[in-house]
């Protein structure tokens, strides 16, 4: 468990919410940044990292990765702290300081909250399979983090999109064996990569289950001891697996933010346009979690809205000061 002081906490590292930090920190604000993904780049890397994007000003064109690349460089000299792989959680609020609870058991005590969460926090589609979450992190991930972890082993790796076929080619080079499971006989995946499955198949590398889908697990500490697969007949088929890998895609999900009780209009804050402030004091909501009237849900907008916010934080953290308004170009970066 970690505590953290900051000036401000921002829920949410997508494109917005980093740029938050590059503003607060030219006004000479800590901040600290939670995100429920494994990397930042919200939307931008977990959906279209190739996709070159054509309405970041000054950039005719570049790739969502390129764009959270560059905004990674520009917010390094602000060494946020960063809060990756879990959740806001509980929120409460003391005199001077809001006190936040994350997933993963940090607290974070921050003056003001800027909330950047998008469409909510990203998590895996899970298989509705009870107990599923016992197995969870031992023996069946919803990621690849360390590869060599499935080096010699025998591997299920569900899905029918990109991401379970890449995994399936990739880790073949070093598993044992795997199954991969679909329920229909159409892929979502590059064709390339469906050829190269298919060809991998042949050589006996990989055995289709298709189609198949997952009925439930048998085992038990964690440790898989039967997969049980079931096609549209209900017929069974067990399969011996070290590790189970389902890859159904990413949902959006606010969560515990819907309690903090804050005004919501189908899972979108409301705020004053002139400060992005929430009907809570100190909490502000930009980019594609707020809205007002005449909102754009662009990457350029959220971009003016975390400078908006962030003006507005100074004035809460700093009620005493007169903030004098500076361009970059006069007082170049501010390092903290
Ligand atoms: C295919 C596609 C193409 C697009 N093309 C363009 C384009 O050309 N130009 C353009 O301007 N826009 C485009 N967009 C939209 C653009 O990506 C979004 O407007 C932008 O990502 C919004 O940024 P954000 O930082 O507000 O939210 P997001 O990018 O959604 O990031 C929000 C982050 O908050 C995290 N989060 C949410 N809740 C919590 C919580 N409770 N705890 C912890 N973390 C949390 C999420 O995990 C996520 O990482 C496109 C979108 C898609 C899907």
Redesign the pocket.
């Known amino acids: 468990m970690k505590k953290i002081n900051t000036d401000v906490l921002i829920?949410?590292?997508?494109?917005?919410?980093?740029f938050t930090v590059f503003e607060l920190g030219q006004l000479g604000m800590k901040s600290c940044i939670?995100?429920?993904?494994e990397d930042?780049?919200?939307?931008?890397?977990?959906?279209?990292p190739d996709?070159?994007?054509?309405?970041?000003p000054a950039y005719p064109s570049l790739t969502?990765g390129d764009l959270i690349v560059n905004l990674k460089k520009q917010i390094d000299p602000f060494k946020p702290t960063l809060l990756m792989n879990?959740?806001?959680?509980e929120l409460e609020k003391y005199d001077e300081f809001y006190n936040v609870k994350?997933?993963e058991n940090n607290i974070i005590l921050a003056k003001c909250i800027i909330?950047?969460?998008?469409?909510?926090?990203?998590?895996p589609n899970k298989p509705p399979i009870e107990n599923i979450d016992s197995y969870e992190n031992k023996t069946i991930f919803y990621h690849v983090k360390d590869k060599l972890r499935f080096k010699d082993k025998t591997l299920a790796i569900a899905g029918g999109g990109d991401s379970a076929v890449d995994w399936a080619i990739e880790l073949s080079k070093n598993a044992k064996k795997i199954f991969f499971i679909h329920r229909r006989s159409k892929l979502r995946a590059v064709p390339q990569n469906v050829e190269t499955l298919h060809k991998l198949e042949k050589e006996g590398r990989i055995e289709m289950m298709i189609p198949f889908q997952l009925d439930s697990i048998r085992g038990k500490n964690g440790i898989i001891e039967k997969l049980v697969i079931k096609n549209m007949d209900e017929e069974k088929k067990e399969l011996k697996v070290d590790y189970f890998l389902p890859f159904f895609g990413l949902s959006?999900?606010?969560?515990?933010?819907k309690n903090w009780e804050l005004e919501l209009e189908k899972n979108i804050l409301k705020v004053k346009q002139e400060t992005c402030e929430t009907n809570l004091n100190g909490i502000f909501a930009?980019?594609?979690?707020?809205s007002y009237p005449g909102k754009l849900?662009?990457?350029?907008?959220?971009f003016a809205e975390a400078a908006i916010a962030s003006h507005n934080c100074y004035n809460k953290i700093n009620p005493d000061k007169t903030l004098h308004f500076e361009y970059s170009t006069t007082k170049g970066i501010n390092k903290l």
């Not at 930009?286 to 707020?290: A, F, L, P």
């Not at 849900?297 to 959220?302: A, S, V």
Request: with cysteine; glycine share 18%.
């Open positions: 829920v949410g590292a997508g494109p917005v919410g980093l939670v995100d429920s993904l930042i780049g919200g939307q931008c890397t977990a959906l279209y996709k070159p994007i054509y309405d970041i969502a879990q959740k806001v959680v994350t997933s909330i950047a969460a998008g469409n909510g926090a990203f998590g959006t999900n606010l969560g515990p933010i930009i980019g594609d979690v707020c849900k662009l990457i350029l907008t959220g």
